[in-house]
């Protein structure tokens, strides 16, 4: 009885650890979790797609888009949605279990991993056509010259504002240029009575994602975090914590948190993404967006966001034509104005933004910012991106709480991102 | 057991049919242990196996697919042993087990004395100490993260009405362990309170009054009857709590995520930090973290069944 109890105790843990070591999951989803091993290997018309869009119930605009796709293509879809941090540990399992699905929509800063991995086919061997794809967006799923997938659409981060939070402070929003003109902004909000600017600095990869802006606008490179614009851009963030102009919760704030912020009404900026556009226009109180400004004026490149749709390898190649077809169908002209409506994403290619705009001028913002966006994995970073960006966003919380000041923050996370990425 | 033992004695004195007979009484006695062999194999053996061999090789994502991870011994655990996020862990670990413990300890002691008196009222109020055992813990933990929040939590709320600065209960690395401490405890209380309390009632009254006819009252009474008698219940509830709290993860990763800048990090986050919180899965380190949680809990499992032995011996 007692041993029994004991080893139930020790088991509890067990549990636990094997969380830790994603044993857990491994023999469940081999065994029946996904039905696509059994479609596969009776080779029969059924393609399995998974997205991370569980918000996109079966009804929707989106589902019914994979289904029009997989008709054209002669076959019938599966589709399965998953929670995007799920998605990819899933999709690592499914590969190591030989049952990946035939499309996969993944977010892009992780193309890198599966495809480092050998999860994925290049568009060069399904001859998936990439021409026309803007080549920011392009870049967060190449490496060594290869593509990985075709950008589906792309989100990315800007500036809202509230118009009467400013004009109360007596802001021109046309002033803010720089992060100069910005910080006098914030002065003034604070003046007034009123808070400053809410984002998020939390300790996961949400916190890098928000910081990229002002580190990339500050003309800092991640290959050198501990460079004085580097330094500077932390320096920044920790200013405003420290004189009040954001509030100190921001360490602790995801996306969605810092954007309940900015929705009570009393914060004159948050910086935030394409998706909440949408929840903008509930907030009932006047708003604008601009872009992340530079250091030093203009536009700062922002990390893109977004999904890559790749097909996975599979050990039956005469799969690919119909994935192939599937892809296409998704990402090719009327289709992608469609696509990236449905997801309230920009699209990927000049002519569907152009269109994108014509029908709702309030875009026109983002898509400068998508333009000038930047992908994490970008510059042949690679599977070195996730390296860097645990240091950086470490070096932010640092700084941020206080326990290491912004000089100090980042000369340690560059010895440690040097170190992990040797 | 027992019955399948003394079947084959009784088929051999039946005599004429008594080779085969045996054999089929230990396919039975497989067949009914099966289930739990399989269960216990599956969902228990394998995934430990699991968790050690992963821990014992170098995987990064491409081996991890590939499956050819090569075997690279302890070289894990020297990682993890030489992270500078080792000696944090370890201590704050330490500190939120410990810190936990006592006060869960203490005020569920407190709360099961004064609701063993059965006054009216009693089993509702007791009742209703049970919420948090009952509540998910994301519910319970994103609550408490929302009342600590430092710009629009209600404690911050009480305490600038009561005159005090307000308290970056969540993104100060000088109070975040604190934070998730005081949620822990309140989330053990409950487990406390019932183990304690019917521990107390167990305590035969004869006992009390006795104590009473020779002049022991209040604090004595407690200190001579009342806690040597729970002393058994005491370190079975102590332990196990021990083993629970070792693990904690939720509160901690939905309340700071371990943070700000590591200082509410566990090993339990620390793992998970490693294996599932980075776009590029570390699965090994991360496998080693948990096992060296199994060893520890597993020193405190032994330590517990030796105390079970010792009580049913006595």
Request: glycine letters at 10%; one cysteine or more.
């Amino acid at each position: 009885m007692g041993l029994a109890a004991a080893s139930r105790r020790a088991t509890g843990l067990v549990s636990l650890a094997a969380l830790g070591g994603l044993v857990a999951c491994s023999s469940p989803s081999g065994g029946g979790g996904d039905p696509a091993g059994a479609s596969q290997a009776s080779g029969g018309g059924t393609y399995t797609i998974w997205d991370p869009y569980p918000q996109h119930d079966r009804s929707s605009e989106w589902v019914k888009l994979l289904e029009t796709c997989g008709t054209q293509a002669g076959v019938t879809i599966e589709r399965t949605a998953y929670d995007t941090t799920d998605l990819t540990n899933k999709a690592l399992l499914a590969a190591q279990q030989g049952n990946a699905p035939d499309v996969l929509i993944v977010d892009n800063p992780v193309v890198s991993t599966l495809a480092e991995a050998g999860v994925l086919t290049t568009a060069d061997e399904n001859k998936l056509d990439i021409s026309a794809i803007a080549p920011n967006l392009l870049a967060a799923g190449q490496s060594q010259g290869r593509t990985y997938g075709v950008p589906i659409g792309a989100n990315t981060l800007a500036l809202y504002y509230n118009r009467e939070v400013l004009k109360k402070a007596g802001v021109d929003i046309a002033s803010v240029k720089d992060w100069t003109s910005l910080t006098a902004a914030l002065q003034k909000v604070k003046a007034a009575g009123k808070k400053g600017i809410t984002f998020s600095a939390i300790g996961t990869e949400e916190g890098s994602f928000q910081f990229l802006p002002w580190f990339w606008g500050s003309g800092a490179r991640l290959t050198k975090l501990d460079s004085p614009e580097g330094v500077s851009a932390v320096a920044l963030w920790t200013d405003w914590l420290k004189k009040g102009y954001a509030p100190n919760s921001v360490i602790n704030n995801t996306q969605t948190t810092s954007w309940q912020e900015f929705a009570t009404g009393d914060f004159a900026f948050a910086e935030n993404g394409t998706w909440q556009l949408a929840g903008a226009k509930q907030a009932g109180f006047d708003y604008g967006t601009i872009p992340v400004p530079g250091k030093d004026g203009g536009t700062a490149p922002a990390p893109t966001g977004g999904e890559f749709v790749g097909i996975p390898v599979q050990k039956d190649v005469a799969r690919y034509p119909a994935s192939q077809k599937i892809v296409t169908c998704l990402t090719s002209g009327a289709n992608s104005l469609t696509t990236t409506t449905t997801l309230s994403y920009i699209a990927p290619t000049e002519q569907v933004r152009a269109e994108q705009v014509a029908r709702d001028p309030e875009l026109k913002v983002w898509v400068e910012a998508v333009e000038a966006a930047k992908g994490r994995t970008s510059d042949d970073l690679g599977t070195k991106y996730p390296k860097i960006s645990e240091p950086m966003w470490g070096a932010v919380q640092a700084a941020l709480s206080g326990s290491k000041s912004p000089q100090q923050a980042m000369t340690d996370a560059q010895a440690a991102a040097a170190s992990a990425t040797q | 057991m027992n019955r399948v033992s003394q079947a084959p004695a009784r088929a051999a004195a039946g005599g004429r049919r008594a080779a085969p007979r045996p054999r089929s009484g230990q396919w039975a006695a497989w067949a009914f242990l099966a289930p739990v062999v399989i269960y216990l194999v599956i969902f228990y053996a394998y995934p430990l196996y699991r968790n050690i061999e992963l821990s014992l090789r170098d995987y990064t994502v491409r081996s991890f697919v590939q499956g050819d991870a090569p075997f690279t011994g302890f070289a894990n655990y020297a990682k993890i042993l030489g992270d500078e996020t080792f000696g944090p862990a370890l201590w704050h670990t330490t500190m939120f087990t410990m810190v936990s413990l006592v006060f869960q300890f203490v005020i569920g002691l407190a709360l099961a004395m004064f609701f063993v008196k059965n006054f009216r009222l009693s089993a509702t109020l007791r009742a209703l100490f049970l919420v948090p055992w009952l509540l998910p813990l994301i519910v319970s933990s994103s609550t408490w993260s929302w009342m600590l929040n430092s710009d629009s939590g209600v404690v911050n709320a009480v305490l600038g009405v009561l005159g005090v600065e307000p308290v970056h209960w969540l993104t100060s690395p000088d109070w975040s362990l604190w934070s998730v401490i005081i949620a822990n405890i309140w989330i053990g209380i409950p487990f406390n309170l019932v183990v304690l309390y019917s521990g107390l009632q167990a305590i035969d009254p004869v006992i009390y009054e006795a104590a009473e006819l020779d002049g022991a009252t209040g604090w004595r009474r407690f200190w001579k009857v009342t806690f040597p008698l729970l002393r058994p219940v005491s370190a079975i509830t102590v332990l196990l709590g021990l083993v629970y709290t070792l693990k904690v993860f939720d509160i901690i990763w939905i309340m700071t995520k371990g943070g700000p800048s590591g200082s509410s990090t566990t090993f339990a986050t620390w793992s998970y930090r490693l294996g599932f919180g980075n776009l590029l899965p570390a699965f090994g380190p991360g496998a080693a973290v948990g096992n060296l949680l199994i060893v520890t809990a597993l020193i405190f499992g032994l330590i517990y069944i030796r105390v079970q032995r010792r009580r049913t011996l006595s």
